[in-house]
């Protein structure tokens, strides 16, 4: 901890790019609609939260040993024989791999890499816009539904995937793309945050709102997350 460079700009920035990434606010969203979804057209209905909550905790789990290895393999690909080395396009994060790993090993493991990447871009976050545009709008938004039954859903996610793939297409800096729209993340992290409080507490049936010590860690780890993210962000902000 004593060699972080706390006081750095670029070194603030991209720890609330890393915070963004973690705690994505298109990610609640995702989960609360996702959950809502399938409970409230369930003949369970509110049994299904038991296994909603399984799945999250195994999945929240996965996807943090997944980061901790790609940061090891970028942190020992990176600064390989002592000697650091910037990357300025998506391609060179390839040959970085490649170089390390060998031409085979190197580009299949960027290509899963990117390949399970798109899929949660083209899937998660896509599917959080489309079912936060039909709450509201007040379109039909349910997976459930057929395409004839919920016509502005599917086109509202399709609309979504299409737009963001040309976004991308036209972006002639893709790295500060990415690492930008995380720091977005993190800077929208406090409002989530906040709404996911007061609804849980308020909005939520009593039996399933969160009782004793539990809603008070969740405002504590939140806000001391929040305000790192938001820290970082307006640390390293340059104006252009």
């Not at 060699?3 to 298109?26: K, V």
């Amino acid at each position: 901890m004593t060699q972080l460079p706390i006081g750095d700009r670029e070194f603030g920035y991209l720890a609330a790019a890393l915070i963004g990434a973690t705690f994505n606010s298109w990610m609640v969203f995702y989960q609360q609609a996702a959950v809502a979804d399938t409970a409230g057209v369930a003949a369970s209905g509110a049994k299904d939260l038991t296994s909603a909550r399984i799945e999250t905790a195994v999945g929240a789990v996965l996807t943090q040993l997944l980061t901790g290895a790609v940061l090891v393999a970028a942190a020992a690909t990176l600064s390989a024989h002592g000697q650091s080395r910037s990357l300025g396009s998506i391609g060179e994060i390839g040959n970085a791999l490649a170089a390390e790993l060998g031409p085979f090993a190197g580009r299949l493991l960027f290509g899963v890499g990117v390949l399970g990447a798109a899929l949660v871009a083209a899937i998660v976050s896509s599917l959080a816009l489309a079912w936060g545009l039909g709450e509201v709008l007040g379109y039909k938004s349910s997976l459930e539904a057929r395409p004839t039954r919920a016509p502005w859903f599917y086109a509202a996610y399709a609309l979504s995937v299409a737009g963001s793939a040309c976004f991308v297409w036209l972006s002639p800096d893709l790295v500060s793309l990415n690492v930008a729209a995380q720091v977005v993340n993190a800077l929208m992290l406090p409002f989530v945050v906040v709404m996911l409080v007061a609804l849980g507490v308020t909005v939520l049936p009593k039996p399933h709102r969160p009782r004793g010590l539990y809603p008070w860690l969740v405002i504590a780890v939140g806000s001391i997350v929040s305000a790192a993210g938001v820290w970082g962000a307006i640390r390293g902000w340059r104006p252009m």
